[in-house]
T-cell receptor, first 116, second 118 residues
Framework: AQKVTQAQTEISVVEKEDVTLDCVYE???????LFWYKQPPSGELVFLIR??????QNEISGRYSWNFQKSTSSFNFTITASQVVDSAVYFC?????????????FGQGTTLQVKP | GAVVSQHPSRVICKSGTSVKIECRSL??????MFWYRQFPKQSLMLMAT?????????EQGVEKDKFLINHASLTLSTLTVTSAHPEDSSFYIC??????????????FGDGTRLSIL
């Protein structure tokens, strides 16, 4: 079965704090792709980051960083020095390599509130 | 800038009306597009996969006759909610992926359509 779990329903932090959003996935495919999307109150989904299953190198991009651990099937996303504009719902998504359509499986989403 | 355009952004109409939503890929050709539905404070639920030149593939529980999908060109897919009723009120969002660049290309989403049926 393929599944994405975001156990944190809501997180509230104060501006400038670091915050990590958790994502755990399940798939039998050996090749797969993981994504994080942001959905601000206006509703559109904005692509943030992606990771291939065969590339476990973790990276930092500005205030964003991610930690991909195949051993624990986790793909956590960290925002450093959070800002009020980071307030949004964040979705983790999985695409199996065996999918020829590119179909995504989404987690339940984590609502992040950054207070000034 | 946006790579997927969705129109209209908001629709308010009376019960029984049919509503058409358009999804366009702006600078790439998409043989496959996706239609999602999202209820307040919930995740995206895939409704169907739109296939250019052939029938859409619907997810289990989604009524084909209720949600008509047409993918007549490589840059346009339409979702028509036929004879809409208040329970069809929701946020509908489409996505497409540029096949050029490899299998790890992300899906890009339209801005969504907020449908309210009175």
């Amino acid at each position: 079965a393929q599944k994405v779990t975001q156990a944190q329903t809501e997180i509230s932090v104060v501006e400038k704090e670091d915050v990590t959003l958790d994502c755990v996935y399940e798939t039998r495919d050996t090749t797969y792709y993981l994504f994080w999307y942001k959905q601000p109150p206006s509703g559109e989904l904005v692509f943030l980051i992606r990771r291939n299953s065969f590339d476990e190198q973790n990276e930092i991009s500005g205030r964003y960083s991610w930690n991909f651990q195949k051993s624990t099937s986790s793909f956590n996303f960290t925002i450093t020095a959070s800002q009020v504009v980071d307030s949004a719902v964040y979705f983790c998504a999985l695409r199996m390599g065996s999918s020829n359509t590119g179909k995504l499986i989404f987690g339940q989403g984590t609502t992040l509130q950054v207070k000034p | 800038g946006a790579v997927v355009s969705q129109h209209p952004s908001r629709v308010i109409c009376k019960s029984g009306t049919s509503v058409k939503i358009e999804c366009r890929s702006l600078d790439f050709q998409a043989t496959t597009m996706f239609w999602y539905r999202q209820f307040p404070k919930q995740s995206l639920m895939l409704m169907a996969t739109s296939n250019e030149g052939s029938k859409a593939t619907y997810e289990q529980g989604v009524e084909k006759d209720k949600f008509l999908i047409n993918h007549a060109s490589l840059t346009l897919s339409t979702l028509t909610v036929t004879s809409a009723h208040p329970e069809d009120s929701s946020f509908y969002i489409c996505s497409a992926r540029n096949p050029v660049g490899g299998a790890n290309q992300p899906q890009h989403f339209g801005d969504g359509t907020r449908l309210s049926i009175l």
